[in-house]
Nanobody, 112 residues
């Protein structure tokens, strides 16, 4: 089983950028697809982006296309989410998931 710990969230103004990181432990990480989800206050959790085990295939939600980039470094057991041109509607708790596990999430707040 993989254990996941996110970091990199914070408060940023609209138009700014943040890079989220997800540190994974466990031997199955490099063979697992990984994904980022987010949950805004009072709303259901929604898919943001997915990356396959090798990193050469990515999928994005429409809201993330053109602004967010998911990547991974299997040598470091890390997954990243680079978020540019952030909008107030991106405010949410962002969680990474993979191999049946979820992290605790990191808060992203975008002020207008």
């Amino acid at each position: 089983q993989v254990q996941l710990v996110e970091s990199g969230g914070g408060l940023v103004q609209a138009g700014g950028s943040l890079r989220l990181s997800c540190a994974a432990s466990g031997r199955t990480f490099s063979r697992s697809a990984m994904a980022w989800f987010r949950q805004a206050p009072g709303k259901e959790r929604k898919f943001v982006a997915n990356i396959n085990w090798s990193g050469n295939t990515t999928i994005y939600a429409d809201a993330a296309k053109g602004r967010f980039t998911i990547s991974r470094d299997n040598a470091k057991n890390m997954v990243y989410l680079q978020m540019n041109n952030l909008k107030p509607e991106d405010t949410a708790v962002y969680s990474c998931t993979g191999s049946g596990s979820w992290g605790q999430g990191t808060q992203v707040t975008v002020s207008s």
